[in-house]
T-cell receptor
Framework: QKEVEQNSGPLSVPEGAIASLNCTYSDRVSQSFFWYRQYSGKSPELIMSIYSNGDKEDGRFTAQLNKASQYVSLLIRDSQPSDSATYLCAVVENRDDKIIFGKGTRLHILP | SQTIHQWPATLVQPVGSPLSLECTVEGTSNPNLYWYRQAAGRGLQLLFYSVGIGQISSEVPQNLSASRPQDRQFILSSKKLLLSDSGFYLC?????????FGPGTRLTVL
């Protein structure tokens, strides 16, 4: 069964520090990888997509992908209290386009 | 730009009552559409997805059903709600492989 694993947290990070969120996936043929942010009581919001090995940067966010290790991570630089949320990792196999979500990591930025 | 609408935003229903949740997408044609449920403190559970009008695939056996009467309309229904149907219901659309979620409907079954 295809799985996406995340540490449920909570992960507590001081304001201004780097938050590092990790995700592993079971299916080697996965090609597309996503990070969603979900505030309490709200729907998930897509914040990063990554398709190739290496790093992809967007503002304070950096997604890192290592297909050989089946590992994807999200770094948040200069963490702000507004970054406190649950972060969902998601993976797609191109064969059937079903997206598999992890259960999410709760991130708490300490003021 | 694309927009996805869901209504109602919140709903409180008694056990055994029917359910109808509606989702509409604007600004895109022939999207893939999805219904998810997120129970309190749990992950996203894919309930149904549709690649076109009248084409529905069910992921989890349950007392829910889905229909897609128009290209950009997706409806989730139940004839008789159970207590276990409580949760946060999310509609999503995708073109290629990125998925975008609607605002969700919070359903409480009493």
């Amino acid at each position: 069964q295809k799985e996406v694993e995340q540490n449920s947290g909570p992960l507590s990070v001081p304001e201004g520090a780097i938050a590092s969120l990790n995700c592993t996936y079971s299916d080697r043929v996965s090609q597309s990888f996503f990070w969603y942010r979900q505030y309490s009581g709200k729907s998930p919001e897509l914040i990063m997509s990554i398709y190739s090995n290496g790093d992809k940067e967007d503002g304070r966010f950096t997604a890192q992908l290592n297909k050989a290790s089946q590992y994807v991570s999200l770094l948040i630089r200069d963490s702000q209290p507004s970054d406190s949320a649950t972060y969902l990792c998601a993976v797609v196999e191109n064969r059937d386009d079903k997206i598999i979500f992890g259960k999410g990591t709760r991130l708490h930025i300490l003021p | 730009s694309q927009t996805i609408h869901q209504w109602p935003a919140t709903l409180v229903q008694p056990v055994g009552s029917p359910l109808s949740l509606e989702c509409t997408v604007e600004g895109t044609s022939n999207p893939n559409l999805y219904w998810y449920r997120q129970a309190a403190g749990r992950g996203l559970q894919l309930l149904f997805y549709s690649v076109g009008i009248g084409q529905i695939s069910s992921e989890v056996p349950q007392n829910l059903s889905a229909s897609r009467p128009q290209d950009r309309q997706f409806i989730l229904s139940s004839k008789k709600l159970l207590l276990s149907d409580s949760g946060f219901y999310l509609c999503a659309w995708s073109v290629r492989d990125e998925q975008f979620f609607g605002p969700g409907t919070r359903l409480t079954v009493l």
